[in-house]
């Protein structure tokens, strides 16, 4: 089976930064995308972004685009999510997951391998 576990969250104020990691343990999954969602409380789990396994593809949602940057190292099991310009709308628990196949998609239901999730608070 496979593991993920989110680290890097926290308090910040806005224009601040933050970069998520997501480590990958067990079962690997070689050449699959990879993805961070976020859930705000009350609110359904959005996509965030993804990246396939090369690294070459990646896909952010409008709402962060230009501000988030994806990223994979696969020597380390482990995709980041370097977070600046960060305002209270991206306040919310993100959760990286893993693909069910090397396509790169933005919706929940082709993931299928889910961390716990790590809290991001952003104050004004």
């Known amino acids: 089976q496979v593991q993920l576990v989110e680290s890097g969250g926290g308090l910040v104020q806005a224009g601040g930064s933050l970069r998520l990691s997501c480590a990958a343990s067990?079962?690997?999954?070689?050449?699959?995308?990879m993805g961070w969602f976020r859930q705000a409380p009350g609110k359904e789990r959005e996509f965030v972004a993804a990246?396939?396994?090369?690294?070459?593809?990646?896909y952010y949602a409008d709402s962060v685009k230009g501000r988030f940057t994806i990223s994979r190292d696969n020597a380390k099991n482990t995709v980041y999510l370097q977070m600046n310009s960060l305002i209270p709308e991206d306040t919310a628990v993100y959760y990286c997951?893993?693909?069910?196949?090397?396509?790169?998609?933005?919706?929940?239901?082709?993931?299928?391998?889910w961390g716990q999730g790590t809290q991001v608070t952003v104050s004004s």
């Open positions: 067990g079962r690997t999954f070689g050449r699959n995308a």
């Open positions: 990246i396939s396994w090369s690294g070459v593809s990646t």
């Open positions: 997951a893993v693909g069910s196949s090397v396509v790169v998609t933005t919706s929940s239901f082709n993931y299928n391998y």
